[in-house]
């Protein structure tokens, strides 16, 4: 098993490159600020067979291989889906933050919700931003995403990062839940609902974050292969 994994990052309008010590993998769900809404979306996953989670917000861990920067994905099965995701990266002195998807085997998912995050990758946008620009203006980042057979066709979520936790109480529930240091830790935030309510698995993901203060973006963009099609 992999103790750490440096993988590169270029920070958003400098060219910095960034390599960070990624040593785990957290994915954080019902992360949202509205419990109400979190029971809506608790509920639509159990319309879909998915069972309700034992504790809010829920925290699973995945293997650091998961981990994707820019690539395709490789899945088993015809009914794997993305998620986006503000993801956080923690570092010994900085927290950058990314754009990613929990792409999940949502069939699965209604047996064994661990298994279903583990055994999908975990794909991640290259570009990243320093979270000490966006601190002050962190609710008014916009989140989205799309699918499609070729490419960008359908919305398929978007909201404010205003509907989740924001990082610092995230990372507080981490530390008090986790103990020890969290840093070298890849967090996956939380999602929004889905805008259709139903969980499509197409060949072509996309996910952005958009800061509509600067007017910038960052965005992780797949496409996902079945290997099991022969």
Known sequence: MRESEIVKFIRQGTGEEIDFVAKKVLVVGYTG??????RTH?????????????EIPTVFRTPLDRLLVNEDLEVVGQHTSGEAEA???????????????DHTDRELEKVDILASKQVCPKPLSIEVWNYGDLRDHWD???????VGEAGREQLYQEGRMSDLLPPDELLEMLD??????????????????LRGKVFWAKPYFEAELVDQLTGRSIRCRYRVRRVDDV
Do not use: M
Request: proline share 5%; net charge neutral; charged share 20%.
């Open 33 to 38: 600020r509205d419990q109400a809404a979190v």
């Open 140 to 146: 008014s980042l916009v989140l989205r995403s799309w």
């Open 87 to 101: 993801v956080l990266l923690v570092d010994a002195r900085e927290i950058w933050v990314a754009v990613g998807s």
């Open 42 to 54: 608790i509920e639509e996953l159990a319309a879909q067979g998915i069972p309700a989670p034992k």
């Open 176 to 193: 008090r839940r986790l103990g020890g240091s969290l840093e070298g830790s890849v967090i996956y935030t939380g999602t929004i609902p």
